[in-house]
């Protein structure tokens, strides 16, 4: 009973790998990957001189002392007195998210969207157009009906629906 439980197991880690989800998200991720670090590329190397052209060069130097006066050994960088809060980094990761955010939204999700409404329209208008051609049909068999009614309606016949030997009246 393990070793079919096992067997199983293995066949719905399987089917789950196998699924166009998984590898959809895979794909996902290792572009995301890759378009991050273009991104962060682009913060360091354009929006941080652009930023910094009102100070320092480099963004991420920005800081501020929370507590007493901040002294930094120069070997190393760390802060030696003082708390220093580094809202610089803060300040270019924000901008790269905001970067990455609008990109992604400019370039992927809204065409998507506007492909999506316009594929929904044209399904909405193709609906549209098989309705009406449903109730063409209909009006068509309705004729039908109602020339067969006129023509069992003549001598010798009744309506559809009654019995021929028993007329309109019972």
């Avoid at 009973?1 to 399987?14: A, P």
């Avoid at 610089?88 to 400019?106: E, Q």
């Avoid at 004729?143 to 559809?160: C, F, K, M, N, Y």
Wanted: aromatic share 6%.
């Amino acid at each position: 009973m393990s070793e079919k439980k096992k067997v199983s197991l293995l066949e719905g880690f399987k089917a789950f790998l196998l699924r166009g989800n998984v590898i959809d998200l895979a794909i996902a991720v290792v572009i995301g990957a890759a378009f991050t670090q273009i991104v962060n590329a682009f913060v360091k190397g354009v929006i941080n001189p652009l930023v910094g052209a009102f100070g320092t060069k480099d963004l991420e130097s920005y800081s501020s002392c929370l507590k007493g006066p901040c002294v930094t050994n120069p070997t190393t960088g760390e802060a030696t007195e003082g708390i220093r809060i580094l809202w610089g980094s803060v300040l270019s990761a924000t901008l790269s998210f905001v970067i990455t955010a609008a990109v992604v939204y400019f370039l992927m999700v809204l065409p998507m969207a506007k492909y999506l409404a316009g594929r929904a329209a044209m399904q909405a208008a193709k609906e549209g157009v098989q309705e009406t051609l449903e109730v063409s049909e209909l009006e068509v068999l309705k004729e039908i009906r109602d020339a067969l009614v006129s023509q069992r309606g003549g001598p010798g016949g009744g309506t559809l629906g009654q019995d021929p030997g028993r007329g309109h009246d019972q």
